[in-house]
């Protein structure tokens, strides 16, 4: 079996659901270790990570990932075990496969091709391993950002292994990400009997302006990198559960997905003044997840550009659509941040899967970048 594929099949057959490793980053290391990489395990709370170096000077470019998955879904629903790696028709399916450890494989296969061509490369590869992006993400990418920088190692250049691609491999990079804001907004009315409204104050009632202000609301415009910033309201729970009574209050979870036209203090501010308009009584509770990143270009976006039309004929689409991605934590150091998997139609879902071929040409596209940034710089 090709060395690449192999690779993401052993680490299919570790059952790594979120935040569980289940032994995915020994093996990785093991790897590692056997071209030159020094290795450092870090693990925070329940969660291991580690951090990876080759080289002692000069600009270094970061391979960054996962080896956490979703949990399976009904496993009876899957054509076969979902921590059996499986080949039909060419089609490599099972859990994480497509996200992330197809590209996982693919960065490591990438970097001993490279090392094995060039043993004495200028400048310094890193690897950056987290088991903790599809969880809470408190224990992984962000801490060991934060342990980086205690031991003064900035990173030039990072690539994230998402699955970028839309219907082929390589035909989009994400270049940034927009970020996210959420909201708990409490709404406090006054009980009482439905057929007594005049002794309640119905709380939905007067929400129901304020939000549909909300919604209306344009925030921004965009800009050449962004799409407007969006307002979506997920859940709104108000009510006993009986017919005859006005409920006292009204809870409605939201969530702005927003570009760097705007901030997330200005989307605070706005919003609250918007309510206070409405004259309501609440409570605001917000929770950031991450903040917009971009690199609209450099040296990193021109590698990856150039790697990707060498090895597929076809020029990318620069993009920065789609949910958050731990890029969000490594970006704001200053490190130029791409993301660049496999295509990620299947994300999530049951029968996950990838193009088998894919892999050992993503690998091969991986080490057009490293060849690009660290022998031509």
């Known amino acids: 079996m090709e060395k690449t594929l192999a690779l993401a099949c052993e680490l299919i057959r570790h059952p790594s659901v979120t935040p569980d490793d289940a032994g995915c980053q020994q093996r990785m290391m093991d790897r590692l270790q056997a071209i ?5 395990p870090l693990r925070f709370g329940a969660v291991d990570n580690f951090w990876a170096e080759r080289g002692t000077s000069g600009p270094i470019l970061v391979f960054a990932g ?58 310094r590869l890193g690897f950056l391993i ?27 250049w990072c690539l994230v292994g998402e699955p970028s691609s839309s219907a082929r491999l390589g035909d989009v990079i994400k270049n940034g990400r927009r970020g996210s804001l959420g909201a708990v907004l409490t709404v406090r009315g006054v009980q009482g009997h439905i057929a007594y409204p005049q002794l309640a104050d119905n709380p939905i009632h007067r929400a129901m302006p304020a939000l549909q202000a909300l919604t209306a609301e344009p ?47 200005i989307l605070r501010q706005r919003t609250e003044a918007i309510l206070d308009a409405h004259g309501l009584d609440y409570e605001l509770q917000w929770s950031l997840s991450g903040q917009p990143f971009l690199t609209a270009s450099g040296e990193l976006v021109a590698a990856a550009v150039s790697s990707i039309e060498a090895h597929t004929g076809q020029a990318p689409e620069l993009s920065t659509a789609g ?22 139609e299947s994300i999530h879902k049951v029968d996950e899967n990838v193009l088998a071929a894919d892999l050992p040409r993503l690998a091969v596209i991986y080490r057009g970048i490293i060849e690009r940034l660290l022998l031509q710089a």
């Open 323 to 344: 949910g958050t991605s731990d890029g969000r934590f490594i970006a704001p150091t200053g490190a130029q941040v791409v993301e660049l998997g496999p295509i990620n």
């Open 130 to 156: 987290t088991s903790d992006e599809e969880g809470v993400a408190v224990d992984g990418t962000v801490k060991v950002m934060a342990y980086l920088q205690q031991q003064h190692k900035p990173i030039d």
């Open 219 to 265: 925030w921004d415009e965009g800009n050449a990198f962004f799409p407007p910033t969006s307002l979506q309201i997920s859940n709104i729970n108000g009510g006993t559960g009986a017919t005859n009574v006005i409920p006292g209050s009204l809870q409605v979870q939201f969530n702005f997905r927003f570009s760097t036209e705007v901030t997330d203090s």
């Open 36 to 40: 030159g990489f020094r290795c450092t």
């Open 66 to 123: 996962h080896t956490d998955v979703v949990p399976t879904g009904p496993e009876e629903q899957w054509r076969s075990p979902p921590f059996e790696p499986t080949l039909v028709d060419g089609v490599l399916y099972g859990r994480g496969s497509a996200d992330m450890k197809g590209s996982l494989a693919a960065m490591v296969v990438a970097c001993e091709e490279f090392v094995a061509r060039h043993p004495d490369h200028p400048g």
